[in-house]
């Protein structure tokens, strides 16, 4: 069984469909990447599975459960899905320490001796545990992304969202990124991970979803998308020599 | 009667004005606060509540809402003591203007912390407590002291209701000596210091709390 199964999911805004019957499902301890141009709902879609976004039809299953629901318990699915934000969005009177220990005090009620080790724990496993009393004013991009992974992980989420990583990234902090999402495959941890970055995608994805104007056009390897389709929105997007998005 | 005499003659006073004061600012507080928060949260039937309280708080002379609760109110059967007839009117006014400050604080408020905040599975309530209200806080001390100054300059009128403040007790020593010139001067003197008294007051609770780049001054 997946751990999440999308199915039929659609989303409108007024009468304009953002997303348009998606389907698609995500292993227990894997990693896909979302591809397509801006606009296409990428975010959109993060946002309707952890119910940031009511969707408007279809149907989510969470480890066999549906957690489109009335009656879903939306403040407990949200504590499994860890969501790391394009822009950090770490909690700026906080430090680094405080940023990763809100979740584990707050939700799992956890002593602060016992919030503080887990998130040492968490803040080591990204290399970060020596900034623990800084502010978020005094990180680096890269080192601020680390840091709300680190706050992500506290949570012992079942899957971790990525809404693009990288895209506010030099390229070596890009790669950097890459790095540690690939450690964290290796640790098992299952990633949807959000992207512009063919490369990034590339690197830690078993496969890449192609979103376009609300539909999935294409589900498969990075290889293959780029060199194994005739379809011109896809050779366009990914085929050799695409611009970059 | 030197200098000092005449300090220490009005300085009985000067504790009136600073329990005014304090008293008023603590109400000022406590409704901006609780009117702020109760507006950030969007509940619908308290919108309308909220915006008679900010109409006429922030309408109407201070001194005609001193006189209607504490002149007035007694016709209606209700006795108010002076002190508490100083905190309906001028904290009451001064929540008016506070619960302005912390919204605009609020408003400032990175939107995608509070999105990310709801992320991870707090409630809204826990939101505000955790992310929100602290954040606001630290950017509303620039305004809380505009305020809180204001509510000192204000005390005075806590005379007109028979509190022997600063300026109760320098008009009856004018009365009595004729001094007025040097009276007023160390009214002028003590209402500085309480006033700066205030100020390092407030900076030194905000200097425990600060945060790298989060306010500047
Ligand atoms: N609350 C909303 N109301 C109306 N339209 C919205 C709303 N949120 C998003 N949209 C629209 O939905 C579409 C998809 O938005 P979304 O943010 O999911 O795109 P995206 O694929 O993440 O784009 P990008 O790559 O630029 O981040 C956009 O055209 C956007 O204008
Ligand atoms: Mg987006």
Redesign the pocket.
């Known amino acids: 069984m997946a751990l999440l199964e999308v199915r039929h999911l659609k989303k409108t805004f007024g009468d304009r469909a953002v997303l348009d019957g998606i389907s698609f499902d995500l292993e227990e301890g894997g990693i896909k990447a979302i591809m397509g141009p801006?606009g296409c709902g990428?975010?959109?879609l993060l946002r309707c599975i952890n119910r940031l976004i009511e969707p408007t039809s279809g149907s989510i299953l969470f480890r066999g459960q549906e957690v489109t629901g009335r009656d879903t318990d939306v403040r407990a699915l949200r504590q499994m899905i860890g969501f790391v934000f394009?822009n950090y969005a770490l909690y700026r009177h906080l430090c680094v320490l405080d940023n990763v220990t809100v979740g584990p005090r707050k939700l799992k009620r956890m002593s602060r001796r016992e919030a503080e080790g887990k998130a040492l724990h968490e803040l080591q496993r990204l290399n970060v545990a020596d900034l623990r009393h800084s502010f978020p004013s005094q990180l680096s991009g890269g080192q601020k992304q680390r840091v709300a992974i680190a706050r992500a992980l506290a949570m012992d989420p079942a899957v971790l969202f990525f809404?693009?990583p990288t895209s506010a990234l030099d390229p070596v902090m890009a790669r950097e990124v890459a790095a540690v999402i690939n450690q964290l495959h290796s640790e098992n941890v299952t990633v949807l991970c959000?992207t512009h970055d063919f490369e990034l995608a590339r690197s830690v994805a078993d496969r890449i979803i192609f979103l376009r104007d609300g539909r999935i056009r294409a589900e498969d390897t990075a290889d293959n998308l780029r060199n194994h389709y005739d379809d011109h929105e896809i050779r366009t997007f990914f085929g050799p020599g695409a611009a970059p998005v | 009667m030197t200098f000092v005499d005449i300090i220490a003659a009005l300085s009985k006073g000067a504790a009136y004005t600073v329990g005014v004061t304090v008293a008023c600012i603590a109400t000022g507080f406590t409704v901006g606060l609780a009117v702020a928060v109760i507006r950030r949260l969007g509940w619908r039937f308290a919108a309308p509540l909220t915006n008679v309280y900010l109409a006429v708080f922030r309408g109407v002379p201070m001194l005609v809402l001193l006189f209607m609760v504490f002149f007035g109110l007694p016709s209606l059967g209700i006795q108010v003591p002076p002190l508490a007839a100083m905190m309906l009117s001028l904290g009451l006014i001064s929540g008016a203007y506070l619960s302005e400050v912390f919204r605009g604080a609020l408003n400032a408020v990175e939107p995608d912390e509070i999105l990310a905040a709801q992320a991870m599975g707090l409630t809204r309530w826990q939101t505000l407590r955790c992310i929100e209200l602290p954040q606001m806080l630290r950017a509303s001390v620039p305004g809380m002291i505009n305020e809180f100054t204001t509510v000192l300059k204000y005390s005075p009128f806590a005379y007109t209701v028979g509190i022997p403040e600063i300026m109760k007790q320098a008009t009856a020593l004018v009365s009595t000596t004729m001094r007025g010139v040097e009276i007023y001067l160390a009214v002028g003197l003590m209402y500085f210091s309480i006033y700066w008294m205030l100020v390092l007051g407030v900076w030194t609770i905000e200097r425990c709390f600060r945060v790298p780049g989060l306010t500047h001054r």
């Open positions: 801006s990428k975010s959109t394009q809404d693009e959000v």
